[in-house]
């Protein structure tokens, strides 16, 4: 593959323009925008990310000095295990790949509705953002924590993707709580509500099932979508 | 004590609740439990009457993966005194170390807590035979041991960070030794269900842990046992639910019902008594 044609920029670019470039056609084959057509489309466009991804990830290994790769997702990253991480106990998943050990997992990550492409902001800190919500769906966590972290502005959308991000750690206390001051922060926002009222529904459901009232419908869908999530390579179904 | 906290406490929080397994799979899951006590060999008696159903639980999981059908073969239950239908196999031996691993991380406890007396000192070649012949596991449980240790002198008051050792530690368990294919999966289970484990203990053990001094990150928190309930929940609930999430996607062969069972009604069950909301006794094991 020839990641330069993939992407449609000459090999003489610049970082910025293929950076640019990227976007643009992660945008325009965004499964959100073809969340309404057949399904043939669908798949066609899902695929197409994926070479897209992976010729991104190829130039950047390339320009950095490595080899062409699987984008940097090898065993072991930063920490892995007990008392690793300066940032604490742990610090960065302890297990697997970079990333948070779990690219596949929770229902917090991978495309659609959790990364909300719909909500971005315009502007460089809408840049930031967008770049960060790549890097979650892509489950290169520990990059998405380091890049929140070097941030000093911290908006309501900063603490929702930081959400994301405890998520895949399994921090969740953290997680809800992040969810929730941007909640506070941004009221009106339905993504960050959403992500907040997914929590509150699964404890729900549990205590529905478990005072008697059987696997109700709610609780099939919630735990299908999260099983289904790993199935369909990272996207998130709400069935 | 209350029986139910002397229940839950002795036998673990990870056990099925018995009003929606079918009668095949009661019976399963007592020939598991009768398995993993088995393994533990005639020596053990008092570590055989301390073993607990997360362990049966751990032989479960690991077991469903197998070809064909369960082996069982009668023994002699000592507590019963009659012959009653084990499971065999290679994971009971492996619960059966397990167990013994975490006998030893108990007795470093107690030890820790001030407790001059520790019941699990009284099979003590039994745990150095486990811990030789499971040494990598020895030695997480041992790096576990520490980190939780080191958390608890900085008086850590991180709810996450807290449970962290543990959650690694049980995800490595349910991982050890397993396909590389379903390692992820394992290990994501396990996590959860370590970070439950944890969370769970340490609200069920507020009331005692704020008379002793003991560390407990609900207390460090300031919280009551109401209070914590009402923060730690829905966390719960979301571990539950993570470890039925990546169950789901592992292909195992056998047990899924009683695993289902464990997940999806046995853990909200232990978490409604640990509240006194339900008495142990309206059908858990």
Redesign the interface.
């Known amino acids: 593959m020839d990641p330069y044609k993939v992407l449609g920029v000459s090999p003489s670019a610049s970082d910025d323009e293929i950076k640019k470039k990227y976007r643009e056609l992660v945008k325009k084959y965004h499964p959100d925008r073809y969340a309404s057509k057949p399904k043939s489309e669908q798949d066609a466009a899902s695929e197409r990310i994926k070479t897209i991804n992976a010729a991104y990830d190829q130039i950047q290994q390339m320009r950095s000095g490595g080899g062409a790769g699987a984008g940097g997702q090898g065993y072991g990253g930063a920490s892995a ?3 690793g991480a300066s940032s ?3 610090g960065q998943g ?3 790949r970079q990333g948070g ?2 690219g596949q ?3 917090f990550g991978g495309y659609g509705q959790w990364s909300g492409y719909g909500q971005q902001q315009s502007g460089p800190r809408g840049d930031q953002f967008d770049e960060i919500r790549q890097l979650i769906s892509r489950g290169l966590i520990v990059q998405a924590e380091q890049a929140l972290l070097r941030m000093n502005d911290r908006p309501a959308q900063w603490h929702y993707l930081y959400g994301l991000v ?1 998520m895949r ?6 997680a ?1 709580d992040s969810f929730q001051t941007a909640v506070n922060m941004d009221p009106g926002n339905p993504e960050y509500r959403q992500a907040l009222e997914q ?2 529904a ?2 729900s ?3 529905r ?2 005072q008697g009232f059987g ?1 109700d419908s709610t609780l099939c869908r ?2 299908q979508c ?2 289904c ?3 369909c390579g990272g996207r998130f179904y709400c069935c | 004590m209350e029986k139910k906290k002397w229940g839950a406490t002795l036998f673990g929080y990870l056990r099925p ?1 018995r009003p929606e397994l079918t009668v095949r799979d009661d019976e399963l899951f007592k020939a598991y439990y009768c398995g993993v006590c088995a393994a533990l060999g005639k020596r053990s008696m008092v570590c055989r009457a301390m073993l607990r159903f997360d362990i049966a639980f751990l032989s479960i999981v690991r077991d469903a993966f197998g070809d064909g059908p369960h082996q069982l073969a009668p023994a002699f239950c000592p507590t019963k005194l009659k012959r009653l239908p084990v499971v065999q196999g290679p994971c009971m031996p492996f619960a059966a170390q397990v167990h013994l691993l975490l006998a030893e991380e108990k007795r470093r406890d107690d030890r820790r807590d001030g407790s001059k007396f520790s019941g699990m000192g009284l099979f003590r070649r039994q745990i150095e035979r486990a811990t030789a012949e499971q040494g990598e596991l020895y030695q997480a449980l041992l ?2 041991d ?2 939780q240790l ?2 608890e002198q900085e008086n850590c008051t ?4 807290a449970a ?2 543990f ?2 530690f049980v ?1 490595r368990l349910l991982a050890h030794g397993m396909d590389e294919e379903r390692q ?1 999966g394992l ?2 289970m396990g ?2 269900i370590g ?1 439950w484990i944890y969370w769970l203990d340490a609200l069920d053990d507020i009331a005692a842990d704020q008379k002793s001094g003991n560390y407990n990150v609900f207390v460090k928190n300031g919280m009551d046992k109401q209070s914590a309930h009402q ?5 719960l ?6 470890a ?3 169950w ?2 592992l292909d195992f062969s056998r047990n899924g019902s009683i695993v289902r069972n464990v997940l ?2 046995g853990m ?2 232990a ?2 008594e640990v509240m006194n909301e339900r008495q142990a006794g309206d059908g858990s094991i």
Do not use: H, K
Not at chain 1, 169 to 174: C, V
């Open positions: 295990g007990y008392g604490g106990y742990g302890g297990y697997g050990g779990y997992w929770g229902p405890q750690y399994q921090r969740y206390a953290s809800r929590i509150d699964v404890y459901s549990n205590r099932r478990s696997l919630i735990c999260m099983a999530f790993s199935l | 609740y790096a576990m520490e980190a080191s958390l991180d709810v996450d960070l962290e050792p959650s690694v995800g992820e290990s994501w996590r959860n970070r923060y730690i929940a829905p966390l609930a979301l571990c539950e639910s993570q039925f999430a990546a789901n996607t999806l009604y909200p069950q978490v409604a």
